[in-house]
């Protein structure tokens, strides 16, 4: 069996380029935003399915992204839409299209019509098997030997990956809370994460689904105004999150998903920090390729550390005092467990 590892994070956190450098090494099939491609389908059913039904949940498009797109979002993660294909926001982008193959090649069009006719011929299993043997076919093709994914927004699918892949190892991708935060707060799709979350709580529900009309009626006019369009993606362009409710998302998702991580054998997950990776990168890039399976050449330390850009550091301190106390306040529950306090 192949080593299997996901990278999970909050989002924002130096991910990103953490995808780039894994696909630079040449052992490493680069799985870039798999879990978040397939966010708009069940990734993971219960049931056995076919190979037709699981070529629809990889192909069916993600409607969310392409509304966003159709709104004018400039999301850097879309990479379909930089060297455009025969697909487009309006007739919808093939989920797996999106983000996962034009990471790998730059012909996604042709490795997913590739694709298509074998799985579509798989037989009935579950589908965990049918993934394994994506990750199989994929290797094969680009002659890798381990399979790294990595999304980013990832840590709340821990439970759900370490169910249906218990040998596969985690790596807990972290950012400086503040600054994380803060790029959240520009970023469209974290705009909506942190829409919702100001909705329920100021609702006082836990899903969108329970949202009633005296529940809207008692919202802000801005947050009233997004349910009653249905969370329209132009309006989730126009809107402004401040910085401190992402602080809050991002708290929460790093004390949820390190529990999560927690739970795991100590020898099945690791932490990988942005700041720590760019102070010393040979150091922690050797430590990720020996924690998942990946031979830490010179060559690829070389070329990795190239990626890395000191600039992304601290934009949380150039923030006005007021608003700089707000979202550090607002981050420090997740500070503190990231301290280990």
Known sequence: MRPLSFVVGTGRSGSTVLSRIINLHPEALSLNELVNSLSGADMLPARPLGGREFWGILAEPNHAYDGLLRAGASIEEFLYPKNPGRYTPETGIPALSMMVLPHLTDDPDGLLDWLEPQIRAWPVRPADQHYRQLFDVLCERFDRAVVIER????????????????????????????????????????????LVSQILEAAGVESPAELTEDHVARLPEDLAELVRHGFAPDLVVRSEAPAHHLGKVWSQAIAEGTRHLNELPEDRHMALGYEQLLDAPERELTRLAEFTGLTPTLEWLAASRELLDNGRRGGSRRLPADQLRALEASCAPGMRILAGV
């Open 151 to 194: 999304s980013g927004y990832s840590l709340k699918s821990v439970p759900a990956l370490r169910k249906a892949f218990p040998e596969a190892r985690f790596v807990h991708s972290f950012r400086h809370g503040p600054d994380c935060a803060l790029s959240m707060s520009r970023h469209p799709g974290f705009r909506m994460i942190s």
